[in-house]
């Protein structure tokens, strides 16, 4: 099994900076791909970005410019989301998703996602 933990929501005002942390840990042989999704209430999931194992990333449109991704090269398998210029149509549940391959016989794809964490930008 592949477990997803994110953490470093939290309340913060227009304007401001979160950077929010992913971890993934358990049967993992490699990962293709961390990347993080958000669903505001009565919305559906989007996509926030994609950072594959190429060093390749993929941005929501509205995120383009004021949010960055970044691995932690201290941790394994964990990345960062760095969130700048916070606006309130950003509040949402921020989920983390992994792609990848376990250590099993098979190299079997898994595709985790983490419980998510809590984001509002409010004054």
């Known amino acids: 099994q592949v477990h997803v933990v994110e953490s470093g929501g939290g309340l913060v005002q227009p304007g401001g900076s979160l950077r929010l942390s992913c971890t993934a840990s358990?049967?993992?042989?490699?990962?293709?791909?961390m990347g993080w999704y958000r669903q505001a209430p009565g919305k559906q999931r989007e996509l926030v970005v994609v950072l594959d194992s190429g060093g390749n990333t993929n941005y929501g449109d509205s995120m383009k410019g004021r949010f960055t991704i970044s691995r932690n090269n201290r941790v394994k398998n964990t990345v960062f989301l760095q969130m700048n210029s916070l606006r309130p149509e950003d509040t949402a549940v921020y989920y983390c998703?992994?792609?990848?391959?376990?250590?099993?016989?098979?190299?079997?794809?898994?595709?985790?996602w983490g419980q998510g964490t809590q984001v509002t930008v409010s004054s």
């Open positions: 998703n992994v792609l990848g391959h376990n250590d099993d016989y098979y190299k079997t794809l898994f595709d985790s």
């Open positions: 358990g049967s993992i042989d490699r990962i293709n791909a």
